[in-house]
């Protein structure tokens, strides 16, 4: 296992490559679920806007991955399959995290010691004094070794489970057939999601029995939103999708949700956005701007994109090129149209407290 962690000669699977790297690894980091650590879910102060916080959080991250590998197919060999590899890693991370602890304790009582008290032999000491000031360097040096390492092992599995969603969900975008007609294969889940679901609960069964509480969340909080995420810019890669092909997808995205839920025991409503994103491909692609227009903006304007390009290659009789271009300069109105509403509100709502 250590040659997935301080190995930099080979080429190594992804999420170990990533978290040696100082910049991915210092953003991990700076999120407030790495943070959020120190403490269980429910024993955490509460603070207002807190859930906007952590998806703001959230959506940095999955900003961050999908921005690296939202476009590429992911290999077999660039994931760890073995889950008992990562149930090592698992251990490995609880026991450097509890030799980093004794060895700081052995440097705070070492260096009590190097506090004279009065009566004691100064001339005795300082002849000491060289060879305890190397050992207590030399301790402290051990100390943030082993947090850093424990602190890399925890770190892989986190981006492990992510780039495990990457290595099932995009080839079901890129690879998949949602182009089809309501028929057996259209009310069976995607193969992929099933093997998605079946890695992320071994892989929750493995971390269960390995970490304390609060790092398995760690582990699983925020993976709903990057999923949603992965879901909804797969949209980008869609040939065509059908009625049928939503339906499919949407029957997905609900095995997914549940599983999850099962895991961290929330409600994992990211979920709920990639879904009701897919439902909107029921629509017209004319329908579908007056519905940004009645429901306001719920999306980015590229996402909404995706959405229009695909609805335009997966349905007949909706016009040309230009038409599309039409639709689309139609789109960039009205989003800032509403921006536009939406910073008047707020104004005059400040203008009345």
């Known amino acids: 296992l250590q040659k997935y962690i301080v190995q930099s000669d080979e080429k190594l699977v992804i999420s170990a490559s990533w978290a040696k790297d100082d910049d991915i690894s210092r953003l991990l980091k700076s999120l407030p679920n790495w943070s959020n650590m120190a403490q269980p879910k429910q024993l955490r102060p509460k603070r207002e806007e807190e ?35 990562l149930k090592a890693l698992a251990n490995m991370h609880e026991s450097l995290e509890w030799l980093a602890g004794r060895t700081k304790t052995a440097f705070s009582n070492l260096s009590a010691t190097q506090t ?51 290595h099932y969900l995009i080839p079901l975008a890129k690879q998949g057939n949602y182009a089809i007609v309501a028929n057996v294969e259209s009310m069976d889940y995607d193969p992929l999601v099933v ?124 016009g040309d090129q230009t038409t599309q271009n039409m639709r689309l300069q139609r789109l960039k109105e009205i989003i800032c149209e509403q921006a536009a509403i939406k910073q008047a509100t707020k104004d005059k709502k400040i203008t009345t407290v």
């Open 51 to 85: 859930e906007d916080f952590i998806r703001a959080a959230f959506g940095k991250e999955s900003e961050v991955l999908i921005g690296n590998l939202g476009d590429k197919l992911i290999p077999q060999q660039e994931i760890l399959r073995d889950v008992s590899d």
């Open 195 to 318: 093997r998605l679901n079946k890695d992320i609960s071994a892989i929750e069964e493995a971390m269960s029995a390995s970490l304390q509480q609060h790092k398995f969340q760690y582990i699983f909080e925020g993976l709903g939103h990057l999923i949603s995420c992965i879901l909804i810019n797969g949209a980008h890669y869609f040939k065509r999708i059908s009625e049928s092909g939503i339906k499919k997808m949407c029957r997905n995205i609900f095995i997914l949700q549940q599983n999850l839920t099962n895991i961290t025991m929330s409600r994992e409503a990211d979920l709920d956005f990639a879904r009701q994103y897919y439902e909107m491909l029921y629509n017209t692609a004319d329908e579908l701007l007056n519905l940004v227009v009645d429901q306001g903006v719920k999306y980015t304007e590229l996402e909404y994109i995706y959405a229009l390009n695909l609805l335009h290659r997966s349905q007949t009789g909706v």
């Open 116 to 166: 004279m008290s009065p009566g004691q032999d100064s001339h005795a000491s300082m002849e000491n004094l060289p060879a305890s000031e190397q050992i207590l360097q030399t301790l402290s040096e051990l100390a943030r070794s082993f947090q850093e390492m424990a602190d890399r092992c925890l770190l892989v599995l986190h981006l492990e489970v992510r780039v495990h969603c990457f």
